[in-house]
């Protein structure tokens, strides 16, 4: 009996210790800032990754593996690398509507759920870890850490949840959002003037880009948040001087923290708004 319990913990504690021996060199690890783990692996020995909206769950084990029950967040759990302690339920607010694409997904996590509505796929989503829910066409969900792409309002969202008719789920390439996270949406590109700005608070931020910008001014207390000519950063509580939308392709400067996205243009303002 004794030799069939010492096997059993044997063979547990090989188990959860294998991932110990995927590490990376310390220059690695500084050029990242927490990382989001993308294989369920976390902690100080593997990766020095997070398990926050992974999907897997918020918790890091003592033996680094991301989940969320007991043996995840109880004793042992890595602090520094996810939540730990009981798991509360989180309030999802209503983002409202917006436009998707089967190529390009806002939200990109699919989740099968059968009679689907939103209070279904908001706690599948939640139990899996994410902070981001959405239903669409009636019959889908889909979960995200962040959005993956751009929010764009829509109006069409007009399907009936397939688990109850009464409420809406979406709409053909319109999905319905809900976060438990502060979100910004894109108001798209905006006018601006040095001697009269459609955004009160300007920020200095070193290789800015939307979301640098984005949390400062969330950070400083705005509802709006705003970028231009590459490397400037906005932030208002509201749209002054007579401030409007203007073709969005005079918002061409690319970020001066990312090549690959626009921050603005001359005397043009990439303009998001907190939901």
Same mark, same amino acid.
């Given at each position: ?112 759920? !059968? ?5 279904? *796929?908001?706690? $599948? =989503? %939640?139990?899996?870890?994410? #902070?981001?829910? /959405? ?108 401030? !409007? ?5 005079? *918002?061409?400067? $690319? =970020? %001066?923290?990312?090549?690959? #996205?626009?921050? /603005? ?11």
């Amino acid at each position: 009996m004794l030799s069939s319990a010492f096997f059993l913990v044997s063979v547990a504690t090989a188990t959860w210790a294998m991932p110990a021996q995927s590490l990376e060199s310390s220059e690695m690890l500084q050029a990242r800032a927490v990382p989001t783990s993308l294989d369920g692996i976390c902690g100080a020995f593997n990766g020095s990754t997070t398990c926050l909206g992974t999907g897997y769950g918020n918790c890091c084990s003592q033996f680094g593996y991301c989940g969320k029950t007991d043996l995840h967040c109880g004793s042992g759990c890595q602090a520094g690398f996810g939540s730990c302690g009981p798991q509360q339920s989180q309030e999802f607010k209503d983002l409202g509507c917006f436009a998707d694409s089967t190529s390009a997904r806002v939200l990109p996590t699919s989740l099968n759920i !059968a009679g689907n509505t939103p209070a279904k *796929c908001k706690t $599948a =989503c %939640a139990d899996a870890g994410y #902070t981001y829910a /959405g239903v669409e066409f009636g019959s889908q969900c889909f979960c995200a850490a962040a959005p993956a792409q751009a929010l764009v309002p829509s109006t069409e969202c007009s399907y009936a949840c397939a688990g109850d008719s009464a409420q809406t789920c979406g709409g053909f390439n319109a999905i319905q959002i809900f976060s438990t996270v502060p979100t910004w949406v894109s108001l798209g590109c905006y006018s601006d003037a040095t001697n009269a700005r459609t955004l009160s608070k300007s920020l200095n931020i070193a290789g800015n880009t939307n979301k640098k910008c984005q949390d400062a001014c969330l950070d400083a207390g705005y509802k709006y948040a705003g970028t231009e000519f590459g490397n400037q950063c906005f932030c208002g509580n509201t749209i002054d001087n007579a401030g !409007a939308p203007i073709a969005q392709s005079t *918002c061409n400067k $690319a =970020c %001066a923290g990312d090549s690959t #996205t626009t921050c /603005g243009g001359p005397n043009a303002l990439t303009l998001f708004s907190l939901l």
